[in-house]
């Protein structure tokens, strides 16, 4: 994503290299920040299992991203500049294998080991298959409003975001019935364009009317 004139946000997966997020000479598992024009980059964020969605509030000066976790524990997550995410000390999921395993403990909290906890996370049910985040804009109070997609239980998730950005709150369920990829929100036209996986194709998803605005 581009976050001003010169710098966009990139965001790199662990590649499966679970010692490597948390590794200061390693790319895996980061956000890294990109200077359009000297191409130089640095870590803009680091503790990350997989990053899918990114995207920049401008008016808010803020960054959210959907993650991938293991066996359940996707997330929502604000970032900010130096942050750590925690992955693979801490996460709300578990290992595909079920065990423990010692460089990667999954700990049930972030918090107490001096990492950033999600805003949302889903740890009761298997993984959803995060996929891209849009904003949509802001409803009556000023919470901000996120749409989220999903791959593996194919449907679309409605998010409140408070207005200091500390808790996202689920509204509404959205079935889709294919895999979600990809997202773009037309402002102008209030649709989403949603990229499909298993047909596969292109639709349009008409917010009339938004009753959340």
Do not use: C
């Not at 080991?113 to 805003?119: A, H, L, M, N």
């Not at 849009?134 to 919470?143: A, I, P, S």
């Not at 037309?186 to 938004?210: C, F």
């Amino acid at each position: 994503i581009q976050i001003n004139n010169q710098t966009i946000l990139f965001s790199i997966g662990d590649y499966r290299s679970r010692t490597l997020p948390q590794n200061d000479k390693s790319i895996f598992g980061k956000i890294i920040e990109i200077n359009f024009f000297t191409k130089k980059f640095s870590v803009f964020s680091k503790g990350h299992r997989n990053p899918q969605g990114l995207v920049y509030v401008g008016s808010k000066n803020k960054i959210v991203s959907t993650e991938h976790g293991p066996y359940g524990g996707d997330e929502v997550n604000v970032i900010e500049k130096g942050n750590n995410y925690g992955w693979p000390i801490s996460s709300y999921g578990r290992h595909y294998d079920n065990t423990f395993k010692k460089e990667a403990p999954l700990y049930k909290s972030h918090k107490k080991y001096g990492f950033i906890e999600p805003v949302f996370h889903w740890s009761k049910v298997s993984s959803v298959g995060i996929s891209q985040i849009e904003h949509l804009g802001e409803d009556n109070d000023g919470n901000d409003i996120f749409l989220v997609g999903s791959m593996r239980a194919k449907k679309l998730f409605l998010f409140s975001m408070n207005k200091n950005y500390s808790k996202a709150s689920l509204i509404k369920t959205i079935i889709i019935k294919e895999r979600v990829r990809d997202i773009i929100y037309d402002k102008d036209s209030e649709s989403i364009l949603l990229s499909l996986e298993n047909t596969p194709k292109l639709s349009v998803l008409k917010l009339d009317p938004p009753e959340y605005f």
